[in-house]
């Protein structure tokens, strides 16, 4: 009988970290057979100009269980962020999902029937790879948690409404989000 995980797609995000060095994660899970699939294939088969997604990997030859396709949000640009997109960050996110199977976020049992598709954003100001690779293994696991506890809840997301929204680049005056 087929497991109940993921029967379609599951999505999470994740923003871990503070300036150059923070991780933020967008993944999308879902089983081989189904739409996230033909997107991994799709995205993995179609790169653009500076964004060429690749398969994550543990280390070479040993690619990440559930596979894991590792897409830029940011053109590698200069030698320590083309270390930091290629090394440092894909560590991380290898790691972070190597994490959420080993304490079952995702059912191991489960992990070659799914495939994960990771938008990862790498600042081109990076400026330490430790960090970078330490954001990104939080951020990877913080999407994946996200993305099995369908967090945050529709009551989560209209208490911050409430609240205003804020992120690290913008935070709209009192003013501005007055209607």
Known sequence: MPSPFAPTALIGESFVGAGADAAHTNLVIGRKGGPVETAWATALATPSAGHVPFVTVLRPSVPVKPLTLFVTKAAAVGDLHERATWGSAQAGLAQGIADAVADG????????????????????????????????????YGAVRAAVTGTPTVSDVLAAAQEGPTNPFYTPTPEVLAR
Do not use: H
């Open 105 to 140: 976020l995702i059912p191991a049992a489960d992990a070659d029937d799914l495939l994960i598709v990771a938008a990862v954003w790498v600042n081109p100001a990076v400026g330490d790879l430790d960090a970078s690779f330490q954001n990104q293994r939080a951020a990877a």
